[in-house]
Every structure is written in structure tokens, then in C-alpha cells.
T-cell receptor, first 115, second 118 residues
């Protein structure tokens, strides 16, 4: 069975703090894909990153960075120098190679960045 | 940049009524999906659609639900007889590929239709 766990339900930080959102996944597939989406208060889902299981290189995009560790089945997301506009719900999602394209989402982490 | 378009943005319907949620996927995409998000909860997969047929559906997608691609541009989700528990945000998504074995194309999501059942 495939599963995504985001153990942190809510995180609250003060602006300019760094924050890491945890994501742990379960899959038996050897090839799979991991995603992060942002859901701001307006409700839409904003794609942030896709990572393939055979590419363990960490990625940085501006203030965002992702740490993919196959050994611990984790795909954590760090926001450096957080800003109020980062306040949103963040979802980690998994796509297995053998299925029909569906994404399996975690429960989401609500991030509140206070000024 | 091309977008997935969903209409209406908010739909209010009486319990027991039929409702049709509409989506216009990105034009060269081949795979289409519906997801549901009950308020405050995670996004849940409902159904995937490819080559004019359902390729996978979840337990949520029971006989009350159906999908259709009536023409070359629209992709609809119909709920035949709505229940209170159908109240949720419904997201349509599309992608160019399911998986290429190289780099999976991300699914592009619409902004969602908020369905409220009274």
C-alpha cells in the first residue's frame, strides 16, 4: 500500500525563522515520484516540486529547499527566512510508477508565519 | 502559461439534486483526474480518465458519480443525487503523461469548485 504521512499538523513561526516540514512515505514501487504542493488560503493547489526516486540530489529554489532521503523514506521541505506570504497548507504527495497517475496526498501541514 | 479551468467556482445545491462540475483541461493533455478535499482535510483521489474511459477510481467514486469528456475540451464530474457529505472542494487536474519512465509530468490542478450541499 502507498501512504504519505505528514506528522506535523500545524507549525507556527515568526517571520525570518527557518522552518522544515516533514514528509514520510511508504511504497513498494522502485520507481516513484514525490511532490510538494502549496495551498494558500484562497484554496488553489500550487505545484512546488517533483522529485524522482532515482534522483536523490537535494534541490534548492530560492528560499525553498528539499531533502530527499531514500534510506529513511523522507522528503522534507525547508523554507529559509520565512515570510508571511508563506502561510499556507503544504501537502506532500506520492505517485507510484504502476498506477494510473493518481497522487496520494498526506494530511497536510498548516504553516502560519507571524510578522 | 496554459491553465486548467474549472466552473463554477462555487456551487450550492439542494440535497438529492444532480450536479455537474465542469473542467477544461490543458489542451494537449491526455490524462484527466478529479480529486476531492473535504474542508480541513487532505486531498483525496476520486478518478482518473484516459482514452475516453476510467482508468482507476477510488472507493469514494461510487455509482452516484460519473465522468465524461463530452467533446474535445471539457471534462465533467456528475454527482447524480447529492448527499450532505458530498460538500467539499473538487479539483480537476490534467497531465501530458502518466509516466514516461523518465520524468513524470506534474499534474496541473484547476482552482477548484466548492460544492455546498444544503
Amino acid at each position: 500500500a502507498q501512504k504519505v504521512t505528514q506528522a506535523q499538523t500545524e507549525i507556527s513561526v515568526v517571520e525570518k525563522e527557518d522552518v522544515t516540514l516533514d514528509c514520510v512515505y511508504e511504497t513498494r514501487d522502485t520507481t516513484y515520484y514525490l511532490f510538494w504542493y502549496k495551498q494558500p488560503p484562497s484554496g488553489e493547489l500550487v505545484f512546488l516540486i517533483r522529485r524522482n526516486s532515482f534522483d536523490e540530489q537535494n534541490e534548492i529554489s530560492g528560499r525553498y529547499s528539499w531533502n530527499f532521503q531514500k534510506s529513511t523514506s523522507s522528503f522534507n521541505f525547508t523554507i529559509t527566512a520565512s515570510q508571511v506570504v508563506d502561510s499556507a497548507v503544504y501537502f506532500c504527495a506520492l505517485h507510484g510508477s504502476g498506477n494510473t497517475g493518481k497522487l496520494i496526498f498526506g494530511q497536510g501541514t498548516t504553516l502560519q508565519v507571524k510578522p | 502559461e496554459p491553465e486548467v479551468t474549472q466552473t463554477p467556482s462555487h456551487q450550492v445545491t439542494q440535497m438529492g439534486q444532480e450536479v455537474i462540475l465542469r473542467c477544461v483541461p490543458i489542451s494537449n493533455h491526455l490524462y484527466f483526474y478529479w480529486y476531492r478535499q473535504i474542508l480541513g482535510q487532505k486531498v483525496e483521489f476520486l478518478v482518473s480518465f484516459y482514452n475516453n474511459e476510467i482508468s482507476e477510481k477510488s472507493e469514494i467514486f461510487d455509482d452516484q458519480f460519473s465522468v465524461e469528456r463530452p467533446d474535445g475540451s471539457n471534462f465533467t464530474l456528475k454527482i447524480r443525487s447529492t448527499k450532505l457529505e458530498d460538500s467539499a472542494m473538487y479539483f480537476c487536474a490534467s497531465s501530458a503523461h502518466r509516466t514516461t519512465g523518465k520524468a513524470n509530468q506534474p499534474q496541473h490542478f484547476g482552482d477548484g469548485t466548492r460544492l455546498s450541499i444544503l
